[in-house]
């Protein structure tokens, strides 16, 4: 009985923190090591060591990252009682907000010496790219000029998980970069945004209301949908056109053109959910929805890339 009690503790406070970690959208940081992996094989320069230890630092920035928003959205007033999106564990109480500014310092901290073991394979000029996306993840939404509070949220995601995900990661394993690597990071990109439009279309009310002037608060609905669809139609129909000018003729390279049926889906939805009688589970659906869309869409291409 005594044991069972202490497991039941053990994952009843493990669990908030599983869930600031905002497990649904981490498929972002998995996604672009994915295709920087593929490219890799694809030159015949894949190592196994560096291809985890960038997942490993891509998980533990998103998770600092989360975290962090977690913590400065409610020190800046952003999460109140009207928010329709995913809980979050320090306005609600359940973590206190001194442990979970913690809890970020020693995420972020670990990402950073994991950074280290990555000086090996690219050089010590990477300690200044792991550097630079340890400070972005605080100051995503902290510091004086939170990025995500002055609409640069979407272009943040872009370089971070798109750019410099993916090229870096093709870097500390072929030791240089390639056109093919930029074209496919900004399909990744594109893609990963996208997770990020629909958490703001979501939140579009309340962070009217909290003067956080993210990219639909300043630009409306219309002008994300549109940009939702853009970048869909980039990751999956542009970006593999491109890449079999770069490769040699290969159909399977399309394969990403496959999801562009159930993105509509997912635009459609997108459009609708404001008027669905239970809006906040519908945004959460769609945004669970486009973080594995992602994935599938960094899987899609792999294989297509290494069937080249």
């Not at 670990?110 to 990477?126: H, K, M, P, V």
């Not at 958490?199 to 994300?224: H, I, L, P, Q, W």
């Not at 770069?246 to 990403?256: A, D, R, V």
Request: with cysteine.
């Amino acid at each position: 009985m005594n044991i069972t009690r202490k497991i039941f503790l053990t994952r009843s406070h493990l669990l908030p923190w599983v869930l600031a970690a905002r497990p649904k959208t981490l498929y972002a940081g998995i996604a672009p090591v994915i295709l920087g992996s593929a490219l890799a094989l694809q030159a015949g320069s894949f190592q196994l060591i560096p291809a985890i230890l960038c997942l490993l630092f891509s998980f533990f920035v998103q998770i600092g990252c989360n975290y962090a928003n977690d913590y400065y959205d409610f020190v800046n007033g952003v999460d109140t009682k009207e928010r329709i999106g995913f809980k979050r564990m320090v306005s609600s109480g359940v973590i206190e907000p001194k442990s979970m500014k913690l809890a970020t310092f020693l995420v972020l901290l670990a990402a950073f010496f994991i950074g280290f073991g990555l000086i090996r394979y690219g050089g010590w000029e990477l300690l200044l790219v792991a550097g630079m996306s340890i400070a972005c993840a605080i100051a995503y939404t902290g510091g004086p000029f939170p990025l995500g509070y002055y609409g640069l949220g979407d272009i943040f995601v872009f370089i971070f998980y798109g750019l410099i995900a993916v090229m870096f990661t093709f870097y500390v394993q072929a030791n240089h970069f390639s056109m093919s690597a930029f074209w496919v990071a900004v399909g990744c990109g594109c893609l990963a945004a996208n997770i990020r439009l629909v958490n703001d279309v979501r939140d579009k009310e309340t962070d009217s209301k909290a003067g956080k002037k993210t990219s639909v608060v300043r630009f409306g609905y219309k002008f994300c949908y549109m940009q939702y669809s853009t970048s869909t139609f980039i990751a999956c129909c542009l970006v593999p056109l491109i890449l079999v000018t770069k490769f040699s003729f290969n159909m399977w390279i399309f394969l990403p053109t496959l999801l562009i049926v159930m993105y509509i889906r997912i635009i459609v939805n997108l459009i609708n959910a404001k008027t669905n009688t239970r809006m906040g589970e519908s945004y959460n659906t769609l945004l669970a929805q486009s973080a594995k869309m992602l994935f599938l869409y960094a899987v899609l291409l792999s294989v297509g890339i290494f069937l080249n």
